[in-house]
């Protein structure tokens, strides 16, 4: 078991150009779940997915976020245009179906918009 | 969401248990109480999670009080390695409402 795969680790880029950072769910997990993380608000969620349809996306800040999830192994939360104040570390977690089962978080990204 | 209230921070000496405190007064029957600790410059880790009994797995122990209103996470002896934020966090186990809502947590400092 791999765990939760997020690419890339960091991400520089300069104001104004799309960004696009990519998940890979455990194998089998049917929920994905896109997380923000900076100083000021702590662990916010953005959206997140079951059995590949988006279900809550109230968490996405504005028009610039959009997520998707292809299939069950993939999935890709895009930023465009980006600003300095999206700058943050971006976590994608998957999870089992069931009561029975916790949420694991991949390492993240750390997204620098300058 | 039903909220969580946790210490800020708190000590605790390396070997010995730590007690992490959660109180959730306005816990309703479908929620499951879930803990989470996220080291630093890393993703959260699950931790452990119960309905009403006590659970307890090769990290933790969790104590759920007979009203439901407060639990208390337990490392039996703390390393340095538990250094971390700890979360307490309460999921509706109803089908279809997957959302965990992260508060502030409970930053715990291990002294050697």
């Known amino acids: 078991d791999a765990g939760v795969i997020q690419s890339p680790r960091h991400e520089v880029t300069e104001m104004g150009q799309e960004v696009t950072l990519r998940c890979k769910p455990i194998?089998?997990?049917?929920?994905l779940f896109w997380y923000r993380q900076t100083m000021m608000r702590g662990l916010e969620l953005l959206i997140y997915?079951?059995?590949?349809?988006?279900?809550?996306d109230s968490g996405m800040p504005e028009d610039r976020f959009s997520a998707k999830m292809p299939n069950a192994s993939f999935s890709t939360l895009k930023i465009q245009p980006s600003e300095p104040r999206d700058s943050a570390v971006y976590f994608c977690?998957?999870?089992?179906?069931?009561?029975?089962?916790?949420?694991?978080f991949g390492s993240g990204t750390r997204l620098t918009v300058v | 969401d039903a909220k969580t209230t946790q210490p800020n921070s708190m000590e605790s000496n390396e070997e010995e248990p730590v007690h992490l405190p959660c109180n959730h007064s306005?816990?309703?029957?479908?929620?499951?109480i879930h803990w989470y600790r996220q080291l630093p410059s890393q993703g959260p880790e699950y931790v452990i999670h119960?309905?009403?009994s006590n659970v307890n797995n090769r990290m933790a122990s969790l104590a759920i009080a007979e009203d439901r209103k407060s639990s208390t996470l337990i490392l039996h002896r703390a390393t340095l390695r538990d250094a971390a934020v700890y979360y307490c966090?309460?999921?509706?186990?109803?089908?279809?409402?997957?959302?965990?809502?992260f508060g502030t947590g409970t930053r715990l400092t291990i002294i050697p």
């Open positions: 977690a998957s999870r089992r179906g069931g009561t029975g089962y916790g949420y694991t």
């Open positions: 194998s089998g997990h049917n929920s």
């Open positions: 997915f079951n059995n590949n349809v988006p279900i809550d």
């Open positions: 306005t816990i309703s029957g479908t929620d499951y």
């Open positions: 119960g309905l009403t």
């Open positions: 966090i309460l999921r509706d186990g109803d089908f279809g409402n997957e959302k965990l809502t």
